[in-house]
């Protein structure tokens, strides 16, 4: 019997046209601009950082093309997996599927962990209150005042977390909010951004926390070798917003 948080279903129904390709070029921008900046195949950045975080960063990349929407229409692949293959899974699952859709990734610092069963999250990049969400496996590693990048999944009003988290250490964690107080500035607006900007903001920006991510942990791996948010020819790394286009058969 599938559990309800079991996305096998989704997954695979992912091979499918057009969502095969999305994930594709999804899964270039997660990794395609730290490639860049360290002229490093994919890889070779995880002989690196070590094989076990390919699995987490796909899924940051399968989560975050999991709340996109493909333009002009608005398809999203979750509402279309459900249309089609719904009647396949029960209904706690499909209630964490349309939570999921519905995420958004941010910056949290972390406090209250009881290992094994939950921990408090203050939102670094939202001026939002701090929200206690339950947590097993990753309670069981994580202590008070760590920085993670995660999406916070309501189901019901009962709080939890994604299976794509990334730890980050104090300077990466500065960058990230570094980043977003850069893009805020850029923004056409000239005050700040009303608080459904910023999650539209943080909607649009899943690669950003991935890219860094990874430049840090390359930095730290490797002393001195990695720029700092540059390309191979020296020039600014630029973020940008992902729009999928809808590709008619």
């Not at 989560?63 to 509402?79: A, I, K, R, S, W």
């Not at 720029?227 to 020296?234: I, L, R, S």
Request: include cysteine; charge should be negative; glycine fraction near 8%.
């Amino acid at each position: 019997m599938k559990s309800a948080h079991d996305l096998s279903g989704l997954m695979k129904y992912m091979g499918r046209a057009p969502w095969d390709e999305m994930m594709d070029e999804m899964l270039f921008a997660h990794l395609g601009p730290a490639c860049e900046a360290t002229d490093l195949e994919p890889d070779d950045i995880f002989d690196v950082i070590g094989d076990h975080w390919q699995g987490q960063l796909w899924g940051c990349a399968f989560e975050d093309l999991l709340t996109q929407e493909l333009e002009p229409e608005g398809l999203n692949l979750v509402d279309d997996y459900l249309k089609r293959r719904g009647w396949n899974e029960k209904a706690p699952n499909k209630a964490y599927m349309r939570a999921l859709r519905d995420t958004v990734m941010s910056l949290y610092e972390v406090s209250e962990v009881i290992p094994g069963h939950s921990m408090t999250l203050r939102d670094l990049l939202r001026d939002i209150a701090p929200v206690t969400v339950r947590e097993h496996s990753a309670t069981q590693t994580l202590v008070n005042w760590d920085k993670i990048a995660a999406r916070v999944v309501d189901v019901n009003g009962r709080h939890g977390i994604s299976g794509a988290l990334l730890p980050f250490s104090a300077d990466g964690a500065g960058r990230v909010i570094e980043a977003f107080s850069q893009l805020e500035n850029d923004g056409p607006g000239t005050g700040r951004l009303s608080p459904s900007e910023r999650d539209g903001l943080l909607k649009a920006s899943g690669p950003i926390f991935t890219n860094i991510w990874l430049l840090d942990s390359l930095g730290k791996a490797m002393p001195g070798s990695v720029p700092e948010m540059v390309n191979a020819d020296g020039d600014d790394l630029v973020f940008h917003r992902i729009v999928f286009p809808w590709r008619r058969a």
